[in-house]
């Protein structure tokens, strides 16, 4: 047994010095995805389309959850090894890009029109920073309003909400026992909307100050946090992420949900009572949503910018965007593209089009997509402080006063 | 040392078992039917138990493959530490100039977090070349100081006549170590194995840093990406968590059975 | 493997007494001391690469404006004094640190109960044994979502039981609360570690020698007075392992809380070293990380040294008897 275990560690040893490292100038390109490690059939269609513009190069592929990506992204850059491409979700991207660590892409896509043309100008503009572009949209969504038809029917509503009375009237004619009326996401700035639908402004205008702490805002969060209390509002609006309310909406206890398209398919696959007829899709009153799209952006530790701009257009339009849009049942940036994978989508899953239906719909409507530098710290500085507040664990006014303190202080630091 | 009745200890272990026996039972019972967790309310029996989602890992991931590295690692963590944590551990019991020194350093360095470390252990790391390899994996955890510690609370507790006996008959140092106080450290021994294993085995954050070539993935990198396949929390989660946990178990019954069960005999016996 | 008692160089040794004992007795110390330093070194190395230059980094780097896509800046005290002044988040964050690390001693005296239990000669010790331990070879990603579970308001377990038993008429949101979160984290965390304070604690039990007890037993000591003078004393290195890894349980806590409440509500379950790893990796503040990593360090050796005087003087050390 003794050999044995010594026999074993030695070979271990051995096996662990054998592969080493590659070498620096290798023709290679290095793609890293967000939590997609099943899209290989889509993924090989882009390396083919790569390879017969570079067939000397080779492309390494990396996948990692969203909520291991930046560690492993940013000690790779610390190491001088950073991916060259990365699909990037929400403001991740500001960070980088304000500090200096992108690639500006605006010289490649005035260059070639013809690609850049093929996008939504909207949703490209998600990615601009101070008159720079650093992204390219790989796949798109944003918010809308999930109808729980069913519960709506029992509790005697006939009519889709179209204000943000509306909603409230019917959460709280939904809610009671184990019912509740209204659920949003909470990441990123995606409950923002019920705010913006109120008029509520985060930032002044020139984008150097808080401007949400308002009479009107201190009423609202008043009138959420009373709804969240009394059970018309489900706390895990506020405390859970992704699995939670998505779950909770399929248990079939929740009578909206305001949530981006890629959540029906999450919830149908959890809940058989899920269907066109059960389920309504809608935009939200006044058009409002937050984009809740992914980005592909170019590190600028690249060694290979041109070949990393070529694979970055096969990924986003033509060909290599409908692979991306059929392989994760989800919208891309391209139009063309989004026009066959509607028709797509009404053959394979005709259950999903009414909510992806909304998704270009109201894009001048989009809010909680400011490009702040500080865009992570604004967040820890005014989310934590709302949901004080609407968890009735601080007094409201209090809450915004101290939200407001702390927004202008990450605005104002270095 | 049979005075006391026995049945007040089984009824207070018995309830101790069943709180820490509950969350277990759930994930069993999960893995087994695969469960909308959010239903209510709870089901507490398994319906239709099915072996489906042991077989949906299987395949899911290569899960074979990952189990080999995540062995091939956890052999070298738990050889490197029963050796050097022992070295270690006995030196800690020896007087020496700086002794106390070196104790507080050790100490200290417990109070370091793995999180802050990431990048200049990278950067170390990818200095000696060990990027991407077992190796390098296990290198970070092959010496543990609180195992450093339970050697050398151990070894202290040793009758020093003991080994003066050995000294005075002449008996070199390493011999002592080896010879006579290793055999008598069996339950140190255990324990350095059983935590060695568990957390090179369960070890995350540091082979997704390292780690780039897919093939050299561990398991618990496998659960990451196999939770993003699935993006749930019902069963077939809990079937990898089990899966993960049988080799930890087994690794404990054996180590139990090995060193444990033997020593209230071998103790003496010196 | 009995001890080897023939190998005795017994002439030369003699000779050598002769010659000499004092230039013999500093030589052999010399070789002693020798013989420790190599027995420690490749420890020593391993801590170097892997904690002591990078805590060298952090505290560098806690004086600079510095992120992976810049080069360095002097910054003086900048971070020290936002952190200290100006974040009210670290204040929380420490504070709960101190609540988590305060309730160490609740799960150590909980295993210590148990280990006493599993130690007795009952018949199904090791079943015990294993049963008490399951939980922290589990990796604590289940864990965690296990938990979730447990304490969910709707559907949980706990307040299922809890309404059952007519406790209470509706379900807790423990983890959605303030008040709760932080409490319900640190039940959870308990039940994952106690299995290996026990196993601790067992392998202190069991290095004390059965000649010990058997000789009290025969001088008339009662059970409580054999624990009190006998097993307590003798388990006192153990004890203070326990301890400091009650400390640094803080730290392997990182997942559970990244699992149930990432931090939350607010920063109600928010501890330093997860403020560490999101101001760092999320905020991509490096430099700030590192300042609360030093600050974090510190008071951390600060309490391991004061846990160290409670256990009486130098670490780890055996004063037998009582």
Same mark, same amino acid.
């Given at each position: 047994?003794?050999?044995?275990?010594?026999?074993?560690a030695?070979?271990?040893?051995?096996?662990?010095?054998?592969?080493?490292?590659?070498?620096?100038?290798?023709? &290679?390109?290095?793609?890293?995805?967000?939590?997609?490690?099943?899209?290989?059939?889509?993924?090989?269609?882009?390396?083919?389309?790569?390879?017969?513009?570079?067939?000397?190069?080779?492309?390494?592929?990396?996948?990692?959850?969203?909520?291991?990506?930046?560690?492993?992204y940013q000690?790779?850059?610390?190491?001088?090894?950073?991916?060259d491409?990365?699909?990037?979700?929400?403001?991740?991207?500001?960070?980088?890009?304000?500090?200096?660590?992108?690639?500006?892409?605006?010289?490649?896509?005035?260059?070639d029109?013809?690609?850049t043309?093929?996008?939504?100008?909207?949703?490209?503009?998600?990615?601009?920073?101070?008159?720079?572009?650093?992204?390219?949209p790989?796949?798109?969504?944003?918010?809308l309003?999930?109808?729980?038809?069913?519960?709506?029917?029992?509790?005697?509503?006939?009519?889709?909400?179209?204000?943000?009375?509306?909603?409230?009237?019917?959460?709280?004619?939904?809610?009671?026992?184990?019912?509740?009326g209204?659920?949003?996401?909470?990441?990123?700035?995606?409950?923002?909307?019920?705010?913006?639908?109120?008029?509520?402004?985060?930032?002044?205008?020139?984008?150097?100050?808080?401007?949400f702490?308002?009479?009107?805002?201190?009423? !609202?969060?008043?009138?959420?946090?009373?709804?969240?209390?009394?059970?018309?509002?489900?706390?895990?609006?506020?405390?859970?992420?992704?699995?939670?309310?998505?779950?909770?909406?399929?248990?079939g206890?929740?009578?909206?949900?305001?949530?981006?398209?890629?959540?029906?398919? +999450?919830?149908?696959s959890?809940?058989?009572?899920?269907?066109?007829?059960?389920v309504?899709?809608?935009?939200?009153?006044?058009?409002?949503?937050?984009?809740?799209?992914?980005?592909?952006?170019?590190? &600028?530790?690249?060694? +290979?910018?041109?070949?990393?701009?070529?694979f970055?257009?096969?990924?986003?339009?033509?060909?290599?965007?409908?692979?991306?849009?059929?392989g994760?049942?989800?919208?891309?940036?391209?139009?063309?593209?989004n026009?066959?994978l509607?028709?797509?989508?009404?053959?394979?899953?005709?259950?999903?089009?009414?909510? !992806?239906?909304?998704?270009?719909?109201?894009?001048?409507?989009?809010?909680?997509? +400011?490009?702040?530098?500080?865009?992570?710290?604004?967040k820890?500085?005014?989310?934590?402080?709302?949901?004080?507040?609407?968890?009735?664990?601080?007094?409201? &006014?209090?809450?915004?006063?101290?939200?407001?303190?702390?927004?202008?202080?990450?605005?104002?630091?270095r | 040392?049979?005075?006391?009745?026995?049945?007040?200890?089984?009824?207070?272990?018995?309830?101790?078992?069943?709180?820490?026996?509950?969350?277990?039972?759930?994930?069993?019972?999960?893995?087994?039917?695969?469960? @909308?967790?959010?239903?209510?309310?709870?089901?507490?029996?398994?319906?239709?138990?099915?072996?489906?989602f042991?077989?949906?890992?299987?395949? /899911?991931?290569?899960?074979?493959?990952?189990?080999?590295?995540?062995?091939?690692?956890?052999?070298?963590?738990?050889?490197?530490?029963?050796v050097?944590?022992?070295?270690?551990?006995?030196?800690?019991?020896?007087?020496?100039?700086g002794?106390?020194?070196?104790?507080?350093?050790?100490?200290?360095?417990?109070?370091?977090?793995?999180?802050?470390?990431?990048?200049?252990?990278?950067?170390?790391?990818?200095?000696?070349?060990?990027? @991407?390899?077992?190796?390098?994996?296990?290198?970070?955890?092959?010496?543990?100081?609180?195992?450093?510690?339970?050697?050398?609370?151990?070894?202290?507790?040793?009758?020093k006549?003991?080994?003066? /006996?050995?000294?005075?008959?002449?008996?070199?140092?390493?011999?002592?170590?080896?010879?006579?106080?290793?055999?008598?450290?069996?339950? /140190?021994?255990?324990t @350095?194995?059983?935590?060695?294993?568990i957390?090179?085995?369960?070890?995350?954050?540091?082979?997704?840093?390292?780690?780039?070539?897919?093939?050299? =993935?561990?398991?618990?990198?496998?659960?990451?990406?196999?939770?993003?396949?699935?993006?749930?929390?019902?069963g /077939?989660?809990?079937?990898f968590?089990?899966?993960?946990?049988?080799?930890?178990?087994?690794?404990?019954?054996?180590? =139990?059975?090995?060193?444990?069960?033997?020593?209230?005999?071998?103790?003496?016996?010196? | 493997?009995?001890?080897?008692?023939?190998?005795?160089?017994?002439?030369k040794?003699?000779?050598r007494?002769?010659?000499?004992?004092?230039?013999?007795?500093?030589?052999?110390?010399?070789?002693?001391?020798g013989?420790?330093?190599?027995?420690?070194?490749?420890?020593?190395?391993?801590?170097?690469?892997?904690?002591?230059?990078?805590?060298?980094?952090?505290?560098?780097?806690?004086?600079?404006?510095?992120?992976?896509?810049?080069?360095?800046?002097?910054?003086?005290?900048?971070?020290?004094?936002?952190?200290?002044?100006?974040?009210?988040?670290?204040?929380?964050?420490?504070?709960?640190?101190?609540?988590?690390?305060?309730?160490?001693?609740?799960?150590?005296?909980?295993? %210590?109960?148990?280990? %006493?239990?599993?130690?007795?000669?009952?018949?199904?010790?090791?079943?015990?044994?294993?049963?008490?331990?399951m939980?922290?070879?589990?990796?604590?990603?289940?864990?965690?979502?296990?938990?979730?579970?447990?304490?969910?308001?709707?559907?949980?377990?706990?307040?299922?039981?809890?309404?059952?038993?007519?406790?209470?008429?509706?379900?807790?949101?423990?983890?959605?609360?303030?008040?709760?979160?932080?409490?319900?984290?640190?039940?959870a965390?308990?039940?994952?570690?106690?299995?290996?304070?026990?196993?601790?604690?067992?392998?202190?039990?069991?290095?004390?020698?059965?000649?010990?007890?058997?000789?009290?037993?025969?001088?008339?000591?009662?059970?409580?007075?054999?624990?009190r003078?006998?097993?307590?004393?003798?388990?006192?290195?153990s004890?203070? %392992?326990?301890?400091?890894?009650?400390?640094?349980?803080?730290?392997?806590?990182?997942? %559970?809380?990244?699992?149930?409440?990432?931090?939350?509500?607010?920063?109600?379950?928010?501890?330093?070293?997860?403020?560490?790893y999101?101001?760092?990796f999320?905020?991509?503040?490096?430099?700030?990380?590192?300042?609360?990593?030093?600050?974090?360090?510190?008071?951390?050796?600060?309490?391991?040294?004061?846990?160290?005087?409670?256990?009486?003087?130098?670490a780890?050390?055996?004063k037998?008897?009582?």
């Open positions: 047994m003794k050999r044995l275990a010594a026999a074993l030695a070979g271990a040893l051995a096996l662990g010095l054998l592969p080493g490292m590659a070498a620096a100038q290798e023709k &290679k390109i290095t793609v890293m995805t967000w939590n997609i490690p099943y899209f290989e059939e889509g993924f090989q269609v882009w390396v083919d389309e790569f390879k017969k513009l570079h067939p000397d190069f080779t492309v390494e592929r990396i996948d990692m959850k969203g909520t291991e990506l930046p560690t492993f000690t790779q850059v610390v190491a001088g090894t950073p991916p491409i990365v699909d990037v979700q929400g403001g991740l991207w500001l960070e980088y890009a304000s500090q200096g660590g992108l690639t500006d892409l605006t010289p490649f896509l005035e260059r029109k013809d690609y043309g093929r996008l939504y100008p909207e949703v490209l503009a998600n990615w601009e920073y101070e008159g720079k572009n650093y992204g390219v790989l796949y798109v969504s944003k918010t309003l999930f109808l729980n038809r069913k519960m709506m029917q029992e509790a005697g509503i006939t009519k889709d909400p179209e204000s943000f009375d509306e909603i409230m009237t019917a959460a709280e004619k939904m809610a009671g026992g184990e019912k509740t209204l659920m949003t996401l909470n990441f990123d700035w995606l409950y923002w909307p019920l705010f913006a639908m109120n008029g509520v402004e985060f930032v002044n205008e020139a984008g150097t100050e808080a401007a702490n308002t009479p009107e805002t201190v009423a !609202l969060v008043q009138r959420l946090a009373e709804a969240t209390q009394k059970g018309v509002i489900d706390k895990i609006s506020w405390t859970g992420r992704w699995v939670e309310p998505n779950g909770a909406f399929a248990a206890t929740v009578g909206m949900l305001h949530a981006h398209a890629p959540a029906y398919l +999450w919830f149908q959890k809940a058989d009572w899920v269907n066109p007829e059960t309504g899709a809608i935009n939200l009153p006044g058009g409002w949503s937050t984009p809740n799209s992914h980005a592909l952006i170019m590190s &600028k530790g690249t060694k +290979w910018p041109e070949q990393s701009w070529d970055m257009k096969i990924a986003t339009s033509g060909a290599g965007a409908k692979a991306m849009g059929t994760t049942n989800n919208l891309t940036g391209d139009r063309a593209v026009e066959e509607m028709a797509y989508f009404a053959k394979e899953i005709p259950a999903v089009v009414p909510a !992806l239906e909304t998704q270009f719909q109201n894009l001048d409507k989009l809010t909680g997509n +400011w490009p702040f530098a500080k865009d992570a710290a604004l820890e500085a005014f989310y934590p402080e709302l949901q004080a507040a609407v968890l009735g664990e601080k007094d409201v &006014k209090e809450a915004l006063d101290s939200a407001e303190r702390k927004v202008n202080r990450v605005l104002s630091s | 040392m049979h005075r006391y009745p026995r049945w007040p200890v089984h009824v207070a272990l018995l309830a101790v078992s069943t709180i820490m026996l509950v969350p277990f039972y759930w994930v069993l019972k999960t893995s087994l039917t695969g469960e @909308n967790i959010f239903a209510f309310p709870p089901a507490l029996w398994p319906e239709n138990p099915h072996p489906f042991y077989v949906d890992v299987w395949y /899911a991931i290569p899960f074979f493959r990952y189990l080999v590295n995540s062995v091939i690692v956890s052999v070298v963590v738990v050889a490197a530490n029963v050097l944590n022992g070295m270690a551990g006995y030196a800690l019991t020896r007087d020496f100039p002794k106390a020194t070196t104790i507080l350093l050790f100490l200290s360095c417990m109070m370091i977090p793995f999180q802050v470390t990431i990048i200049p252990a990278y950067l170390i790391t990818s200095e000696l070349g060990l990027l @991407n390899s077992h190796a390098g994996m296990a290198l970070p955890l092959s010496s543990t100081i609180v195992c450093i510690f339970i050697f050398k609370a151990a070894f202290e507790a040793i009758p006549s003991l080994i003066d /006996a050995a000294r005075i008959d002449g008996v070199p140092d390493w011999m002592i170590v080896f010879r006579i106080i290793m055999p008598l450290t069996k339950p /140190a021994i255990a @350095n194995v059983i935590l060695s294993f957390w090179s085995w369960n070890s995350f954050l540091w082979p997704l840093v390292i780690i780039r070539d897919e093939t050299m =993935q561990t398991l618990p990198l496998g659960l990451s990406r196999f939770l993003s396949v699935v993006e749930d929390t019902t /077939a989660l809990y079937a968590c089990v899966m993960v946990l049988v080799p930890g178990l087994v690794i404990f019954l054996l180590a =139990q059975k090995e060193f444990v069960s033997g020593l209230t005999s071998g103790a003496t016996k010196g | 493997m009995a001890p080897r008692t023939d190998t005795a160089p017994a002439p040794t003699r000779r007494v002769l010659e000499g004992a004092r230039t013999f007795a500093s030589r052999k110390r010399t070789r002693e001391i013989l420790v330093w190599l027995f420690l070194a490749p420890s020593l190395a391993i801590f170097t690469i892997y904690r002591i230059v990078p805590l060298i980094w952090n505290g560098v780097l806690s004086f600079q404006f510095w992120s992976p896509y810049k080069p360095a800046e002097f910054a003086g005290l900048y971070h020290y004094e936002e952190m200290l002044f100006y974040d009210e988040a670290f204040w929380e964050t420490l504070w709960n640190t101190l609540i988590f690390m305060a309730s160490a001693p609740v799960g150590i005296a909980l295993a %210590l109960g148990v280990a %006493l239990l599993v130690d007795t000669p009952i018949r199904g010790r090791n079943t015990y044994r294993t049963i008490v331990f939980s922290y070879p589990v990796m604590t990603v289940a864990v965690g979502i296990i938990w979730q579970w447990l304490f969910n308001e709707k559907v949980g377990l706990i307040n299922y039981v809890l309404i059952s038993l007519g406790v209470i008429d509706q379900g807790i949101p423990f983890l959605e609360s303030f008040t709760f979160a932080l409490p319900a984290v640190i039940v965390s308990i039940w994952q570690v106690i299995g290996f304070y026990m196993i601790i604690l067992l392998t202190g039990l069991q290095s004390i020698p059965p000649s010990l007890y058997e000789a009290a037993a025969i001088d008339g000591a009662g059970a409580v007075q054999r624990f003078r006998i097993t307590l004393p003798l388990i006192r290195p004890l203070f %392992l326990c301890f400091v890894v009650g400390i640094i349980n803080s730290f392997t806590a990182f997942d %559970l809380i990244f699992v149930m409440t990432g931090g939350g509500p607010g920063h109600a379950t928010d501890l330093l070293v997860t403020y560490i999101s101001t760092a999320r905020l991509s503040k490096f430099d700030y990380a590192a300042a609360i990593t030093v600050v974090n360090f510190l008071l951390f050796v600060a309490l391991a040294f004061l846990a160290n005087r409670l256990a009486g003087g130098e780890g050390a055996v037998p008897g009582g």
